[in-house]
Structures are given as structure tokens and as C-alpha cells.
């Protein structure tokens, strides 16, 4: 069982708007800002979102993050054949001092 | 070219020992922060530990408490992961991490190695 909840998947067409969420608590989300990998399969996860709504360099703006109270969501429009992969929120838990991961979003895309 | 690259994972017996080895280039080394984050197969991503970039300050999760030392060699550029008393449960590919800030630990990571597999198992 995760510390922080994420929807096991997720899915939409080419174009359309899909919002993977992350919930967690007080001691992590609520306290600190969260992070965004990909990863597809077979691969090593990548960095996409930093700071809860940052994009490093590389990362397209049609990316981006948000964080309200104790949950995060990472957005993605134009959905694309290439999005399709695994996602996985982050944050450091003050109460665990630990990092903590979301149990991933498998995102498929119709 | 700026990247990571793991060894020394393999097959090891419940209750033996193994050293990871991440060796670092194209990016200065001793700057940054470091990682081992592990993923079961078939199984999500789990931090394993953290060592800043002096390595003065080392960070562990609770399932290696005890078990797993990180160490660093900033002239060699390289970060270690020594297991001892490995469990069926710590089979997994081991990816080393840096963080994304110089001289900070911000626990993001921004460059990841390859992975190198460890499986516990008689």
C-alpha cells in the first residue's frame, strides 16, 4: 500500500486532455512540493515535472502540474501515441523522512 | 555525454551480500546529491537511499535500515550501494539517481542510470 494514491490507470484519445491524480497527507503533499516521472517500459523513469509545477528542459509545456492541500495532479493535453507509458508521483514525507512514490498510472492511449 | 551507469547486480543467496556500483561521467560528480531507487519486477518505484554530495549525510528507508550502506568516492566519481543480509523481497533493479540541484538535497532527480538487477534467491 502506498503512501501516496494514485488511480492504477488512466486513458483517452489522441488530442484530448487527461489528469493523472495524487493524493497524499499533511506530512507529505501538504508539507512539501511533489514530483513527476515517466517511465516506459523496460526503461529508466525520467524527470517531468519538479517543485509541483516546474518542467525541466525537454519536458513539452503541454506537461504540466499542480498541487492544491494534500493532493497533486499532472495534466497532459494533446495527448499523444508516445505519452502512453507509466506514471509516478513523489514528495518527501516529513513523518517517514523518507521519499515516498505513488503507486504509479498506467496511461494508455486509445 | 552526461550519464550513469550501474554494475556489480547479479544472483545472491537469502541472507548474502552484494556492492552496487554506479559509476558517474559528463557532470561534476562531487556536486550532487545521490540515489539508489529500486522497482520489483512488475512493481512500482521505491526509494532506497540518498547521500549528499560530500558525503557527510546519508538518508535510508526503513527497509534497509541497518541492511544497506551508501557510500560515495568523489575521485572516482562513482556511488556504492553495499546490501548485506539481502531478502527475497530486495530482488529488484537497482537505478542510481543524482539530484537535479548542486550542493542541495531537493529529492528530485533529474538523471537516471540503466538499472543493474539483483535477485535473491537459493
Known amino acids: 500500500q502506498s503512501v501516496l494514491t494514485q488511480p492504477p490507470s488512466a486513458s483517452g484519445t489522441p488530442g484530448q486532455r487527461v489528469t493523472i491524480s495524487c493524493s497524499g497527507s499533511s506530512s507529505n503533499i501538504g508539507r512539501n512540493t511533489v514530483n513527476w516521472y515517466l517511465q516506459l517500459p523496460g526503461t529508466a523513469p525520467r524527470l517531468l515535472i519538479y517543485s509541483s509545477n516546474h518542467r525541466p528542459s525537454g519536458v513539452p509545456d503541454r506537461l504540466s502540474g499542480s498541487k492544491s492541500g494534500t493532493s497533486a495532479s499532472l495534466a497532459i493535453s494533446g495527448l499523444q501515441s508516445e505519452d502512453e507509458a507509466d506514471y509516478y508521483c513523489?514528495?518527501?514525507?516529513?513523518?517517514?523522512?523518507?521519499?515516498?512514490f505513488g503507486g504509479g498510472t498506467k496511461l494508455t492511449v486509445l | 555525454e552526461v550519464q550513469l551507469l550501474e554494475s556489480g547486480g547479479g544472483l545472491v543467496q537469502p541472507g548474502g551480500s552484494l556492492r552496487l556500483s554506479c559509476s558517474a561521467s559528463?557532470?561534476?560528480?562531487?556536486?550532487?546529491?545521490v540515489s539508489w531507487v529500486r522497482q520489483a519486477p512488475g512493481k512500482g518505484l521505491e526509494w532506497v537511499s540518498t547521500?549528499?554530495?560530500?558525503?557527510?549525510?546519508?538518508y535510508y528507508a526503513d527497509s534497509g535500515k541497518g541492511r544497506f550502506t551508501i557510500s560515495r568516492d568523489n575521485s572516482k566519481n562513482t556511488l556504492y550501494l553495499r546490501m548485506d543480509s539481502l531478502r527475497a523481497e530486495d530482488t529488484a533493479v537497482y537505478y542510481c539517481a543524482k539530484d537535479r540541484e548542486q550542493w542541495l538535497v531537493l529529492w528530485y532527480f533529474d538523471l537516471w542510470g540503466r538499472g543493474s538487477l539483483v535477485t535473491v534467491s537459493s
Open positions: 559528463g557532470f561534476t560528480f562531487r556536486a550532487y546529491a
Open positions: 547521500i549528499s554530495a560530500s558525503g557527510a549525510t546519508t
Open positions: 513523489a514528495v518527501w514525507d516529513d513523518s517517514l523522512n523518507a521519499v515516498v
